[in-house]
């Protein structure tokens, strides 16, 4: 990163002048994130887009169930997208597929128990490399972090930036 701002700053200043270093860190650490996620969710044989939606599930009440339509709200899933993830999960026995009594034309998906061991045992994997990823800051310097992190989304969801109401986090939507 240091050598992309340095590049900047010696090759095309105007646009060191007007970029902030932070997002751009903010964009590696994120990427890193992301990679970590990957890695750890393909170590137990599903996709990160699988785990999503098992924690999206897990996530709810028992008997942990939503629509299709629910799921495809809070995960920013196309639906062609949304339905390979579904027949995936489903044929590796992490979901069923239900009917659903209140709309027969669809189906409600719920989560087996082996989706439920599943998942609850890659969060705690996850949330030990989270840990580590951040163990260079205090627990005040988080909490600040975490309320930067609020007052950028609060300008990007008002005023004329427009950007997506729901974004996904670990298969959880933040709005």
Known sequence: ?????????????????????????????NNIFIQII???????????????????LRRNPA?????????????????????KVLTRLQKQGYIDRLDNPEDKRSKLVTLT?????????????????????????????????DSMMQRIMKTMNSGELVYPHRVQFMGASRS
């Not at 339509?69 to 949304?82: H, R, V």
């Open 63 to 83: 008997p942990h169930t939503l629509s299709p339509t629910d799921l495809y709200q809070s995960m920013l899933f196309s639906s062609g997208g949304l339905t």
């Open 113 to 145: 128990a082996a989706g439920k061991s599943l998942v609850e045992t890659i969060m705690p994997v996850l949330h030990q490399r989270e840990k580590q990823m951040v163990e260079a800051l205090s627990a005040a310097d988080l909490q600040q972090l």
């Open 1 to 29: 990163m240091e050598d992309i701002l340095q590049l900047n700053e010696a090759n095309w200043p105007e646009c060191a002048q007007t970029s902030y270093p932070a997002l751009l860190r903010l964009t590696q650490v």
């Open 38 to 56: 990957r890695e750890c969710v393909e170590s137990y044989g599903i996709q990160s887009s699988d785990f999503n939606l098992l924690s999206c």
